[in-house]
């Protein structure tokens, strides 16, 4: 946690005003049950131990006390799990009755939480949701039929790396990857690019999302003293509000533009928004309104843009990092597919040491380290006569478990084989491996990011040999991550790209 001035100021507040409440019963009153912890101190409770990458300090706390751990964070109680078998417990065992979300205040901006899927309880609305991606979207044959226009997006950015490398300038992977997987979707859903792989928007675009998502992943006083919330003491509503109503602008611009062509009589696009336009009222007999679908296209476009793009550039980093690794798999590539086409989606399944890389890249740098905090609906009995009771919030810290020795072999080092002899997949029925979720709560694009970020890696890795700018060693690459609701790499990624010569 940032100990800037404001924050002090900001606990001296808290503290005067919740001494005023304080009362001589324990934080574990009412007999609760509760998984076990450090011991918190007053007020504050064990806010401190989060520091600024709460994912890393909650691991090394679950290492003391316990992978299923209660900590006070203010005045809330929040159940860390950071185990396979605790995870299945949540995620299976309990999820109709922990599946409901606590809401951050960074995103009770401009009532987002009150039409966006990701945030939306588990209910009527968030199940049309649901159901509009699964068969409008995220269907396999609805996949299919966009298979021409993901080779198109791909084509791109194989054709901009290669200008770059004529020109003997380096390529910032995150940013290529992220205007490629923008452009796919945004092509889905209005038609039309929305950024310039060779401009500056993307950059813009790029900043308003991953402000979204390290304000909401910020550890926010006010989401800890209650009373603090209208005050804003750190500013994350503000700056939140400002991001957002940047994205719904953009979204506005060509809602606007699409309903005036219909007025107008221009040809359908029969793309997503026409979809939408046409279906405007849900099966619960709430309307489909502006708001609504601004909301639907924030959760979209941020989650599917910046998760795509940074495991892309992870599995890059780690390559450069691992020169085996790089060999290994673009000797995979060029084995299976060879220089005189280019990679299908197709092939993927031909490539098992490529999937491997993904995955063990997914395994190091879980897209969201924790995930979405669940809220508890009702008490509920866990393992070994635990309680989680009513109303407590619950995160699941997929990056521990990914690193837990007891499950994984030198669990610190990228070794793609682990994966090579191991039955694991990532839909949700592995629980040492979610980095998408499980449940009911789990990842709906799952399948576009499948498909994309295999494709992308292999056009990559088959059209250009990967160095790391001259000077530059693999053990001197900048591997730090910038904590937010996802996990990106602090500082971005540019590596030189070497056209094949074979191609």
């Given at each position: 946690?940032?100990?800037?001035?404001?924050?002090?100021?900001?606990?001296?507040?808290?503290?005067?005003?919740?001494?005023?409440?304080?009362?001589?019963?324990?934080?574990?009153?009412?007999?609760?049950?509760?998984?076990?912890?450090?011991?918190?101190?007053?007020?504050?409770?064990?806010?401190?131990?989060?520091?600024?990458?709460?994912?890393?300090?909650?691991?090394?706390?679950?290492?003391?006390?316990?992978?299923?751990?209660?900590?006070?964070?203010?005045?809330?109680?929040?159940?860390?799990?950071?185990?396979?078998?605790?995870?299945?417990?949540?995620?299976?065992?309990?999820?109709?009755?922990?599946?409901?979300?606590?809401?951050?205040?960074?995103?009770?901006?401009?009532?987002?939480?009150?039409?966006?899927?990701?945030?939306?309880?588990?209910?009527?609305?968030?199940?049309?949701?649901?159901?509009?991606?699964?068969?409008?979207?995220?269907?396999?044959?609805?996949?299919?039929?966009?298979?021409?226009?993901?080779?198109?997006?791909?084509?791109?950015?194989?054709?901009?790396?290669?200008?770059?490398?004529?020109?003997?300038?380096?390529?910032?992977?995150?940013?290529?990857?992220?205007?490629?997987?923008?452009?796919?979707?945004?092509?889905?859903?209005?038609?039309i690019d929305l950024v310039d792989l060779y401009g500056e928007s993307s950059q813009e675009f790029k900043h308003v999302v991953e402000g979204i998502l390290e304000e909401a992943g910020r550890t926010n006083l006010s989401d800890y003293f209650p009373l603090l919330a209208k005050l804003d003491p750190q500013g994350i509503r503000h700056r939140s509000t400002k991001y957002f109503k940047r994205l719904h602008e953009i979204f506005d611009e060509n809602i606007e533009r699409r309903l005036h062509s219909k007025r107008d009589g221009t040809t359908a696009r029969n793309d997503f928004l026409d979809e939408l336009l046409e279906h405007q009222v849900q099966g619960d007999g709430t309307k489909f309104d502006r708001h609504a679908l601004k909301c639907f296209f924030s959760d979209i476009f941020v989650a599917g843009s910046d998760t795509t793009s940074s495991t892309v550039e992870w599995a890059m980093a780690e390559l450069l990092r691992n020169p085996r690794v790089m060999a290994k798999v673009r000797e995979e590539i060029v084995r299976v597919i060879g220089f005189s086409r280019e990679v299908e989606e197709a092939d993927i399944g031909s490539l098992p040491y490529l999937q491997a890389v993904v995955k063990e890249t997914l395994r190091l740098h879980?897209?969201?380290?924790?995930?979405?905090?669940?809220?508890?609906?009702?008490?509920?009995?866990?393992?070994?006569?635990?309680?989680?009771?009513?109303?407590?919030?619950?995160?699941?810290n997929i990056w521990a478990i990914g690193r837990d020795s007891s499950l994984w072999t030198e669990p610190e080092e990228f070794l793609p084989e682990r994966f090579l002899n191991k039955e694991v997949d990532f839909k949700g029925r592995h629980f040492e491996f979610i980095p998408f979720g499980s449940g009911r709560r789990i990842c709906p694009g799952l399948p576009l990011a499948y498909r994309m970020v295999h494709l992308m890696l292999a056009s990559m890795l088959q059209r250009f040999e990967w160095?790391?700018?001259?000077?530059?060693?693999?053990?001197?690459?900048?591997?730090?991550?910038?904590?937010?609701?996802?996990?990106?790499?602090?500082?971005?990624?540019?590596?030189?790209?070497?056209p094949t010569k074979c191609c």
């Open positions: 946690m940032e100990l800037s001035t404001w924050m002090l100021l900001s606990l001296g507040v808290s503290v005067l005003l919740l001494l005023c409440r304080a009362t001589k019963r324990s934080w574990r009153s009412r007999g609760q049950r509760l998984p076990p912890g450090p011991t918190p101190l007053p007020v504050v409770g064990n806010l401190f131990e989060l520091g600024d990458k709460p994912h890393r300090s909650i691991a090394r706390l679950a290492k003391v006390y316990s992978p299923f751990m209660t900590l006070r964070l203010g005045q809330v109680n929040t159940v860390f799990v950071s185990s396979p078998q605790m995870a299945r417990e949540i995620l299976q065992k309990n999820d109709a009755v922990l599946s409901s979300r606590w809401i951050p205040e960074a995103v009770r901006v401009l009532a987002f939480n009150e039409a966006s899927m990701v945030w939306l309880p588990p209910y009527q609305r968030w199940r049309n949701l649901r159901r509009i991606c699964k068969t409008e979207l995220f269907t396999t044959q609805r996949l299919d039929s966009y298979r021409s226009l993901r080779r198109q997006k791909v084509q791109e950015l194989v054709q901009y790396i290669s200008d770059s490398a004529s020109k003997g300038l380096l390529v910032d992977v995150g940013r290529v990857a992220f205007s490629t997987t923008l452009n796919l979707i945004s092509r889905t859903v209005f038609s879980p897209p969201v380290p924790l995930m979405l905090p669940r809220l508890a609906e009702a008490t509920v009995e866990v393992q070994h006569g635990y309680e989680i009771p009513k109303g407590t919030r619950l995160l699941i160095r790391l700018p001259e000077g530059k060693e693999p053990r001197d690459l900048d591997m730090e991550e910038k904590f937010g609701v996802t996990l990106i790499m602090a500082s971005p990624l540019k590596a030189m790209a070497v």
